[in-house]
């Protein structure tokens, strides 16, 4: 620990009890990815030392916008009324300059007028985008913000961060009405500069120091001592806190940074994930705060510390109404619902890591600015002389050829596998392509991509629903748009 006093004016806090924090958490939500792969599998590839567990991998059409898009979805139940903000919080995002956040929110169907901000460059970004978006909600900004977090992580072959980083995300609704979880009290700090984990422009890799001596001489002793004093300026004890959520760079952090606390229940400290997700990151905080809330009960006080660079500690107290929380698929959902990889050439073709073949695939700015509204919520139209749902949309109703007598109609997101064919000439990291024809729950019939699937088990009549994925890289830019998979 450091004996040197920290600085005056280096800590906030406000306190809920004195009226300054009304904001609390409304929902939350979480994705972990379908794909997961065993840690032996890497390390026998190289010929070292392997951890046990596995890691969840991001499939190839996915990355940070579209793990954020799940979280968000699982969060808000795709019901997007009263949302009046998103804010994203990631290191991974797949864009250097351009918001991924007004990108989530088309997705999501926010109404035009919501906030949008981007958190990044640290993973505490997800925290500092939390206490953001309580602070617009407190100054009345906005009723709600939801604030998602994610990482696509991709790290060196051969290294212990590959065996260490997973792909996740988490969200949670900030809002004042039907409060499942009070914010009581904020306390932040900036912790010694020093070089831990650094990302240069134009470089796809992080870069890191010592990760070991960065863990032991920064991270766990600034970690701590914010918990320490953020705990003392709640006016609270320890034996007051029934979970502690604090993120950690690596399974051995994490439990040091607990030993650290003084902690000796290992029930008091919220699973971190890396048994069988891995480290996520920014996301991290916001996906254990969710595994929390799981198993919360009224009148638990839950402590939340997000750190890289800077450390924010937040309070929270759960009240009654989480009773009444609908169900979501959260961390419990996801953990279970998976599919492990057979190799680990696979892995490194996903998040390209080897060379392959390169596609020629080409797209419009304009193309995609002007199908917009069918391509990100995904609208069709509903004819109002014969009740007929269709897409993609038209002017002309398939049906009753009515012209110019339909309305925009947003496509429902579940449905039955009408038909499906199974192409393997189409280039792609994990042939065959499964083209689908889906009959939804609102009547429409919509012709997609199946991800997330084993090909020896997709049967005409299952049960779909749909998920939105990158489809490719084309015109210099990522392009998205929805596909199905079997329901997880």
Request: proline share 6%; charged share 25%.
């Amino acid at each position: 620990m450091h004996s040197a006093p920290r600085p005056e004016g280096r800590a906030t806090v406000e306190i809920n009890d004195q009226g300054v924090i009304m904001a609390g958490i409304v929902a939350y939500g979480a994705y972990i990815p379908w794909l997961r792969l065993e840690r032996k599998l890497m390390a026998e590839s190289w010929g070292i030392p392997g951890a046990p567990g596995e890691i969840a991998i991001g499939n190839f059409d996915e990355d940070a916008v579209t793990l954020a898009v799940e979280a968000s979805r699982d969060c808000i139940a795709d019901d997007p009324a009263g949302v009046g903000g998103l804010y994203f919080a990631s290191t991974t995002a797949p864009y250097a300059e351009k918001a991924s956040s007004t990108l989530i929110a088309s997705v999501l169907d926010l109404a035009k007028e919501s906030m949008t901000a981007d958190f990044g460059a640290s993973p505490g970004c997800a925290i500092a985008a939390l206490l953001s978006a309580a602070n617009a909600v407190d100054s009345g900004a906005a009723d709600s913000v939801l604030v998602a977090a994610s990482e696509y992580q991709v790290a060196r072959p051969k290294t212990a961060d590959e065996q260490t980083w997973g792909d996740g995300a988490g969200a949670v609704l900030v809002g004042k009405d039907n409060v499942i979880a009070e914010i009581k009290g904020i306390y932040s700090s900036y912790g010694d500069e020093s070089m831990g984990t650094w990302r240069l422009p134009a470089e796809e890799l992080k870069r890191e120091s010592n990760p070991r001596w960065h863990s032991a001489n920064v991270f766990i002793p600034d970690i701590t001592t914010a918990v320490k004093e953020a705990i003392a300026k709640f006016g609270v004890g320890p034996e007051d806190i029934s979970k502690l959520v604090v993120m950690a760079p690596d399974f051995r952090s994490h439990q040091q940074v607990a030993k650290a606390l003084g902690i000796k229940d290992p029930s008091m400290v919220q699973d971190a994930l890396f048994a069988f997700v891995g480290g996520c990151g920014a996301a991290q905080p916001l996906m254990m705060l969710a595994g929390a809330l799981e198993e919360a009960s009224p009148g638990d006080k839950i402590l939340v510390a997000g750190g890289g660079d800077t450390y924010d500690v937040v309070l929270l107290e759960v009240t009654d109404r989480i009773k009444d929380l609908p169900a979501r698929r959260g961390i419990k959902g996801h953990i279970g619902s998976k599919h492990n990889l057979d190799s680990y050439a696979k892995y490194l073709s996903y998040k390209d890591l080897v060379p392959l073949e390169p596609e020629d695939n080409s797209s419009s700015a304009i193309q995609m600015w002007r199908d917009r509204k069918s391509i990100l919520p995904l609208y069709g139209r509903k004819c109002e002389a014969c009740d007929l749902v269709y897409f993609p949309p038209r002017r002309v109703c398939p049906n009753c050829h009515a012209y110019d007598k339909n309305v925009d109609w947003k496509l429902a997101r579940k449905g039955k596998l009408w038909n499906f064919i199974d192409d393997n000439l189409a280039p792609s990291p994990e042939p065959p392509t499964t083209l689908t024809i889906t009959d939804l729950d609102d009547g429409a019939r919509i012709f997609l991509q199946m991800t997330d699937r084993e090909v020896s088990s997709t049967e005409l009549g299952m049960d779909v629903e749909l998920t939105f994925r990158k489809i490719h890289d084309g015109g210099g830019f990522h392009n998205y748009f929805w596909k199905t998979r079997p329901v997880r």
